[in-house]
């Protein structure tokens, strides 16, 4: 199994990015993706995560209406556009997967995970 983010970067307040995740080494669709971020000094955090059973998408209330996850299984890739960027955004962002997730916000759960894509928002 392998995970590869990319996308990644310095952005000013306000401005975008797309982060990419390619994945291989398994059934893609058949998994749970997930986006995490770590930030010095704090917590690994989820960001957004996409269900494997049903496809339902989640985003974390700190992003809600300015990120969006999405998954496009003939590419085995997913994606996090990422608008309105603020400097608390700041962190390396993790693509993680999983098949037996049952609480898809704890990063523990996901066995597997890429090598992370820094993000730094700042003027």
């Known amino acids: 199994v392998q995970l590869v983010e990319s996308g990644g970067g310095l952005v000013q307040p306000g401005g975008s990015l797309r982060l990419s995740c390619a994945a291989s080494?398994?059934?893609?669709?058949?998994?749970?993706i997930a986006w995490f971020r770590q930030a010095p000094g704090k917590e690994r955090e989820v960001v957004s995560h996409?269900?494997?059973?049903?496809?339902?998408?989640y985003h974390a209330d700190s992003v809600k209406g300015r990120f969006t996850m999405s998954r496009d299984n003939a590419k085995n890739t997913v994606y996090l556009q990422m608008n309105s960027l603020k400097a608390e955004d700041t962190a390396k962002y993790y693509c993680?997967?999983?098949?037996?997730?049952?609480?898809?916000?704890?990063?523990?759960?996901?066995?597997?995970w890429g090598q992370g894509t820094q993000v730094t928002v700042s003027s």
């Open positions: 080494g398994f059934t893609f669709d058949a998994y749970t």
């Open positions: 996409i269900k494997n059973m049903d496809g339902t998408t």
């Open positions: 993680a997967a999983g098949y037996f997730i049952t609480t898809p916000m704890r990063w523990r759960e996901y066995p597997y």
